[in-house]
């Protein structure tokens, strides 16, 4: 059993790489500069524009190559500071993680006692219902201007952009499992005339837990989302910011590395919920 | 009148609104301490509420319960209940199960004490290597042991059981039902357990009592098990001489009486208070002495 | 005609060599003596030291031999017994110590924002005393929102965006006020390269167009060009507001047709083969304003010592890039990655008006942009008359007021006179636009003469 386990896992890891290979190769080629027509053009015209320009052509994909040396680059120095503007990439991650731990915490802080006492109340469920429901769908960069309007701090608006946008998952999903905890468990309570908090604590919360966690870490991806998109309309700081500042500057090598960490990044928080999720699931 | 230990006394429940018929009405019936009371009705008529009624997890639409000359108002850790689906905490082990029970009988024990107290349940219930599985990798046989270990262990003054054995497959109902038989032997519990089964309530029972169809079921009657505790096995029971006249009985009602006892109201008329008693173990072996009520044909 | 190559222009503070004779600017040794001094007062009594042995031996190789001679603080005594050095440091301290010194300025990367940018890296903001840190941002809204949230203590703006903020066009009426221009001209028409025969807004029918935002010379002057030649800029092309770097990613991947848009990403089109420059705004309307400095009028009233300061570091750092020969520098400076963010090569073709076309021509015209603080109330009334004639404001309008209240050119005066450039006679400046005289006492005369307009 087990060796037919690992044989499956060691052809689908070389499946994986030849995938990988196999993308990067076609990307690789298309991307090569077009070979022009080679129109021919005044040397001292070809000295002010980019290459593919002085041969009448576009400036072309960068190649993974490109991309490669552009993520080494950031990598081999991830935390230099050359100015307001222009600091390392560790640096701008370190301030993204930040701002969505600062507002995930905080919704976290927010959506599990709220969601369970909605939960435990079906009037409080059914009256706080339509402003979830209308609320919940909202964009995040909606909320930006309003936030930045009324807070009038993109920092503290930036995380205030995280909060309500990652609270919804928590609090519905704290709400529902609480509301759907077992009829017989809270029976077993009562017959055991436990009281309010050790029944919170000891069988709702528990019994809920795997479903607020499926609501945290949907959260947790929706803040890396958000902050992502909020960092580059706010700017100043951050893995959003980063890959704006490159945006304004075209450089797609660099907004490819940028996204490569994001994606990392974002892959990195979600399995640590999920590893908390398997300690707090139980099977029925 | 001396009232027994559980006295149920013109117990009635509806649901919904006012213009549903009740589930069951004017339900008078009491269990003495130290005895075993099985209730036998067909499925629906109401057993499982009135199982929750007396362990205060429902509220009767009128009428009440008195335990020990008081009225019951909710739950209590002198009433142990064991589920029909046995409840136990999923994220819990076996001994974190029982534990749990035990702390909260005793919030001021020790953690030592707590789990001492809880590993001689598990014993009991001879799950003695099973102490750290979780439910899930249990049976379900296994999982209704943690089910009664976890009700005895907060040493209540009665068991309530609802169809404790019902899921589970013969063999294992068997053992289980002779680790009931034995437990309460030892340990003098008063017991009030539902069941659908026949055998089981002659096995089990003391006294049983027959429920008819809702809606609007009552209590038909009360048969007594005049068969010895000590003379009860599981093994030789249909050996005994009374067996077949209480079987039959039962049998009779369950399949004829329960759904037509207005008529037999019309005809002999019915104290809902005082349901006739009967004891048709006894007719068996001496014909003279109990009067099986008239068949009525169909 | 921009005022720094007024004949005045000779008597210019900076010499880009520092009076102590080290081989460094006089702002580096002014941060080196800020930071051995251990107080405040020590360091102004250092600048006024410095200020006054520079008056007394005009000439570096003089002052360096005396101060070799005798030593600097026998030098500094000799010095004060001919010339009062208390009362002089004194004076400049009451007058000039700000009330804020750490500041946050805001800045779209773009050619626009020039002084406002090399004011940091070529020292003109420690030159006056003031730690400001100059923040990128993302867009004209951002930078509205964070300069009304008081986040940003000045702000690089469109000049257009004081008016409408002062005026409540958009947002809620904030007074603002617009005390320098940036930079005038250097913007330019671009278009995807494959309109290359279609060069007369004629054949522009149906052409998708980018400006800015909504509130921008850029709209204004798209608008009066295609109307100019008879297009109905709402009816026979269409204008979106894109962010300036998303406009060469459109135009690559044929979203829009062309833009009017700020530079470097005109030429920047050019350099990635994408477009080609089809007319540079300057042939609309040579000398119109652009970009602006902006702050609100509490600030003022808060610091006004800072926004002197402030202002002063602006107009001088305007003047340094309105000198052709210190272009080349100030693309070098502000290329890096802290600051626009732009390959070198297409800053310099900007700032120095040496460019590739996108056509294959390389074209001169070292006015291309250009830098001249003066904010003309003339440019406020144009821009109020456009408003109104696009509909984005009705009714009657107070042109003069607005105007006088948001372009404080009295206060761009009097800062010029201190810090020794002659400003202009506000009263003489004549506009043409496409060859229309623009007369600024006649606002709804000129509005009413366009035969294309929404009011
Ligand atoms: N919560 C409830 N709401 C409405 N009807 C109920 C509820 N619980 C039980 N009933 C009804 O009451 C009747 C008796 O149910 P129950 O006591 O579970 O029967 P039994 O245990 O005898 O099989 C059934 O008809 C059932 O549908
Ligand atoms: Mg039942």
């Given at each position: 059993?087990?060796?037919?386990?690992?044989?499956?896992?060691?052809?689908?890891?070389?499946?994986?790489?030849?995938?990988?290979?196999?993308?990067?190769?076609?990307?690789?080629?298309?991307?090569?500069?077009?070979?022009?027509?080679?129109?021919?053009?005044?040397?001292?015209?070809?000295?002010?524009?980019?290459?593919?320009?002085?041969?009448?052509?576009?400036?072309?994909?960068?190649?993974?190559?490109?991309?490669?040396?552009?993520?080494?680059?950031?990598?081999?120095?991830?935390?230099?500071?050359?100015?307001?503007?222009?600091?390392?990439?560790?640096?701008?991650?370190?301030?993204?993680?930040?701002?969505?731990?600062?507002?995930?915490?905080?919704?976290?802080?927010?959506?599990?006692?709220?969601?369970?006492?909605?939960?435990?109340?079906?009037?409080?469920?059914?009256?706080?219902?339509?402003?979830?429901?209308?609320?919940?769908?909202?964009?995040?960069?909606?909320?930006?201007?309003?936030?930045?309007?009324?807070?009038?701090?993109?920092?503290?608006?930036?995380?205030?952009?995280?909060?309500?946008?990652?609270?919804?998952?928590?609090?519905?999903?704290?709400?529902?499992?609480?509301?759907?905890?077992?009829?017989?468990?809270?029976?077993?309570?009562?017959?055991?005339?436990?009281?309010?908090?050790?029944?919170?604590?000891?069988?709702?919360?528990?019994?809920?837990?795997?479903?607020?966690?499926?609501?945290?870490?949907?959260?947790?991806?929706?803040?890396?989302?958000?902050?992502?998109?909020?960092?580059?309309?706010?700017?100043?700081?951050?893995?959003g910011y980063f890959v704006w500042n490159e945006w304004n500057n075209l450089s797609i090598a660099n907004i490819v590395s940028a996204i490569l960490l994001i994606g990392l990044v974002g892959l990195v928080l979600d399995q640590m919920l999920a590893r908390i999720a398997r300690l707090v699931t139980y099977p029925e | 009148m001396e009232r027994a230990m559980i006295s149920v006394e013109g117990l009635a429940r509806r649901f919904g609104d006012h213009g549903q018929p009740a589930v069951f009405e004017d339900v008078w019936f009491g269990v003495e301490k130290g005895e075993f009371v099985c209730l036998i009705g067909h499925s629906g008529c109401g057993k499982t509420t009135i199982l929750n009624v007396l362990a205060g997890l429902d509220r009767p639409s009128g009428g009440t319960v008195i335990v020990d000359n008081r009225e019951i108002d909710g739950p209590s850790l002198d009433?142990?209940?064991?589920?029909?689906?046995?409840?136990?905490?999923?994220?819990?082990?076996?001994?974190?199960?029982?534990?749990?029970?035990?702390?909260?009988?005793?919030?001021?024990?020790?953690?030592?004490?707590?789990?001492?107290?809880?590993?001689?349940?598990?014993?009991?219930?001879?799950?003695?290597?099973?102490?750290?599985?979780?439910?899930?990798?249990?049976?379900g046989g296994m999982k209704q042991r943690v089910g009664i270990a976890r009700a005895l262990s907060i040493e209540p003054k009665m068991l309530l059981m609802d169809e404790p054995f019902s899921a589970l497959d013969a063999l294992t109902r068997g053992m289980l039902q002779d680790e009931v038989l034995r437990i309460c032997a030892e340990t003098q519990q008063t017991v009030f357990m539902i069941t659908h089964d026949v055998d089981e309530a002659i096995l089990l029972a003391d006294r049983i009592v027959l429920m008819t169809n809702g809606p609007g079921a009552c209590i038909a009657e009360f048969v007594v098990n005049t068969m010895p505790r000590a003379e009860r096995q599981r093994n030789g029971l249909h050996r005994h001489p009374q067996y077949y006249a209480i079987r039959n009985h039962l049998v009779e009602f369950l399949v004829n009486r329960s759904r037509a006892f207005d008529r037999e109201i019309a005809e002999h008329g019915y104290d809902s208070r005082r349901p006739r008693t009967v004891r048709p173990g006894l007719a068996a072996i001496n014909p003279a002495a109990e009067v099986v009520p008239l068949r009525h044909a169909n | 005609m921009t005022m720094f190559t007024d004949p005045f222009d000779a008597k210019t503070l900076l010499s880009r060599r520092c009076a102590c004779g080290g081989n460094h600017t006089p702002e580096q040794h002014l941060e080196a003596t800020r930071v051995a001094a251990s107080t405040e007062e020590s360091w102004w009594t250092r600048v006024v030291d410095a200020a006054v042995l520079r008056a007394v031996f005009p000439h570096d190789a003089q002052r360096r031999l005396f101060l070799r001679t005798v030593g600097a603080s026998t030098a500094m005594a000799a010095i004060s017994t001919v010339f009062p050095l208390a009362i002089a440091r004194e004076a400049f301290a009451q007058g000039g110590a700000p009330e804020k010194r750490d500041l946050k300025v805001g800045f779209i990367p773009i050619t626009c924002a020039t002084p406002i940018i090399m004011a940091h890296p070529m020292g003109f903001y420690s030159k006056h005393g003031l730690n400001v840190e100059v923040v990128k941002t993302a867009g004209w809204a951002v930078i509205r929102d964070k300069a009304l949230n008081k986040e940003y203590d000045a702000a690089h703006m469109l000049a257009p965006m004081p008016i409408a903020i002062s005026i409540g066009a958009g947002s809620n009426p904030i007074p603002f006020a617009m005390p320098a221009i940036e930079n005038i001209n250097g913007q330019a028409i671009t278009l995807a390269?494959?309109?290359?025969?279609?060069?007369?807004?004629?054949?522009?029918?149906?052409?998708r167009f980018a400006v800015p935002f909504d509130y921008s010379m850029h709209n204004y002057l798209l608008r009066y060009y295609v109307a100019e030649h008879g297009l109905d800029p709402d009816k026979d092309i269409q204008i979106r507001s894109v962010p300036p770097p998303e406009?060469?990613?459109?135009?690559?991947?044929?979203?829009?047709?062309?833009?009017?848009?700020?530079?470097?990403?005109?030429?920047?089109?050019?350099?990635?083969?994408?477009?080609?420059?089809?007319?540079?705004?300057?042939?609309?309307?040579?000398?119109?304003?652009?970009?602006?400095?902006?702050?609100?009028?509490?600030?003022?009233?808060?610091?006004?010592?800072?926004?002197r300061a402030l202002l002063k570091a602006i107009i001088e750092a305007t003047a340094f890039a309105s000198k052709a020969d210190n272009r080349k520098e100030i693309a070098k400076a502000i290329a890096p990655q802290n600051y626009l963010n732009q390959p070198e090569i297409v800053l310099e073709q900007i700032l120095t008006g040496t460019y590739a076309d996108g056509l294959g021509a390389v074209k001169r015209d070292p006015k291309r942009i250009d830098f001249d603080p003066f904010p003309w109330p003339q440019f406020a009334i144009w821009i109020l008359t456009q408003m109104k004639r696009w509909g984005q404001i009705k009714g009657d309008v107070d042109y003069a007021k607005i105007a006088a209240d948001v372009y404080l050119a009295t206060d761009t005066v009097q800062l010029m006179k201190e810090a020794g450039f002659t400003p202009p006679d506000p009263t003489r400046k004549t506009i043409v636009i496409m060859g229309k005289p623009f007369d600024a006492s006649k606002p709804e005369a000129y509005l009413q003469s366009f035969a294309i307009r929404r009011s």
């Open positions: 059993m087990a060796t037919l386990k690992e044989s499956l896992a060691l052809k689908s890891a070389l499946l994986s790489v030849l995938l990988l290979a196999v993308f990067l190769g076609l990307w690789q080629l298309a991307a090569q500069p077009a070979a022009s027509g080679g129109t021919i053009v005044d040397p001292e015209y070809a000295k002010l524009v980019g290459q593919a320009a002085a041969t009448g052509s576009k400036t072309p994909m960068p190649t993974p190559a490109d991309i490669g040396v552009a993520l080494w680059k950031h990598l081999s120095d991830p935390f230099y500071v050359r100015g307001t503007n222009d600091k390392g990439i560790g640096i701008q991650l370190a301030w993204s993680i930040g701002r969505v731990l600062a507002g995930y915490l905080l919704a976290a802080a927010v959506a599990i006692p709220l969601g369970f006492l909605i939960g435990m109340s079906p009037l409080v469920y059914r009256a706080l219902d339509p402003f979830i429901q209308v609320l919940k769908p909202v964009s995040p960069l909606a909320w930006m201007p309003l936030a930045l309007y009324t807070i009038k701090d993109s920092q503290i608006s930036s995380i205030f952009v995280i909060f309500i946008c990652s609270i919804w998952p928590m609090l519905i999903n704290t709400a529902f499992g609480v509301a759907s905890v077992r009829r017989e468990w809270l029976n077993v309570a009562r017959t055991l005339e436990v009281g309010p908090f050790r029944k919170a604590f000891r069988v709702i919360l528990p019994a809920a837990a795997p479903t607020i966690m499926t609501g945290m870490r949907i959260s947790i991806g929706i803040a890396w989302l958000v902050i992502v998109a909020a960092e580059m309309l706010v700017g100043g700081t951050g893995i | 009433r142990a209940v064991i589920f029909q689906s046995h409840a136990l905490l999923p994220w819990l082990s076996v001994l974190g199960n029982i534990a749990f029970a035990v702390s909260s009988r005793w919030p001021r024990w020790p953690r030592a004490k707590v789990r001492e107290h809880a590993l001689r349940f598990i014993e009991l219930v001879g799950l003695k290597g099973a102490a750290d599985k979780r439910p899930a990798e249990l049976s | 390269s494959k309109h290359k025969d279609k060069r007369s807004p004629k054949d522009w029918k149906g052409f406009m060469v990613a459109n135009l690559r991947a044929d979203n829009i047709d062309g833009f009017l848009g700020p530079d470097p990403f005109n030429q920047r089109a050019v350099f990635d083969g994408v477009g080609f420059i089809h007319l540079l705004t300057k042939e609309l309307w040579d000398g119109h304003p652009c970009c602006a400095f902006a702050v609100s009028k509490e600030f003022i009233a808060q610091n006004p010592n800072t926004y």
